[in-house]
């Protein structure tokens, strides 16, 4: 009989236990880390996003970190309508590799700008993602692979890109070292609120 209850009382309290690989899942990976705490941005898709990628390495590609960059560099257009195109165009960047133009039909070749994603760009919440769930797909061209992004809604800036008088500001070089620190990500973070507290 009391093995039965405390059977139902352990069961009882893993149900209660936080799963914290499900409370982390939404939150944005930075340089391997994940913190699950009020002060790291959380993600919300905004668009999934197919490309063609030429690369000679795949998983370097994969593997890589993707932002974007203005496109309009084309000051000698007379068409207005071209002119405020390109405005709003931005060009996908990662290492070992890039975004071709072949089939552009078929393809996104840059990332185009409304007012929601522009304010999200320029208060550093708009975040890409390789969706390695679906499989890379090999082109027609030699060297040319189809592959899919994510981009995400940040709910806040990274700690290092907020105002430093926000109570959760820190400066980017002292957060990297401290994630270079060969110590446990929980001793990371009690390092990082040491520098939030201390301001």
Same mark, same amino acid.
């Given at each position: 009989m009391w093995i039965f209850i405390g059977g139902v009382a352990i069961l009882f309290l893993l149900l209660l236990k936080p799963n914290r690989s499900n409370n982390s899942s939404n939150y944005v990976e930075y340089n391997g880390v994940v913190f699950a705490k009020e002060w790291w941005p959380k993600l919300k898709l905004l668009k999934r996003i197919s490309l063609l990628v030429k690369t000679k390495d795949l998983d370097k590609v994969l593997e890589s970190e993707v932002s974007i960059n203005n496109f309009f560099r084309y000051k000698g257009l007379k068409n207005e309508y071209d002119k405020s195109e390109l405005q709003n165009a931005y060009m996908y960047e990662f290492d070992g590799g890039e975004v071709t133009y072949y089939d552009d039909d078929l393809y996104e070749t840059r990332f185009f700008m409304n007012k929601r994603t522009k304010a999200l760009y320029d208060n550093k919440r708009l975040f890409f993602k390789w969706n390695k769930s679906v499989r890379a797909i090999e082109g027609d061209k030699k060297n040319t692979w189809e592959l899919h992004l994510n981009a995400y809604e940040m709910t806040s800036p990274f700690p290092f890109d907020r105002t430093k008088d926000d109570s959760f500001y820190i400066n980017k070089r002292t957060f990297n070292n401290i994630?270079? &620190?060969? *110590?446990?990500?929980?001793? &990371?973070? *009690?390092? *990082?609120?040491?520098k939030f507290s201390s301001k």
């Open positions: 994630l270079k &620190k060969d *110590i446990s990500d929980e001793e &990371k973070m *009690i390092l *990082i609120e040491a």
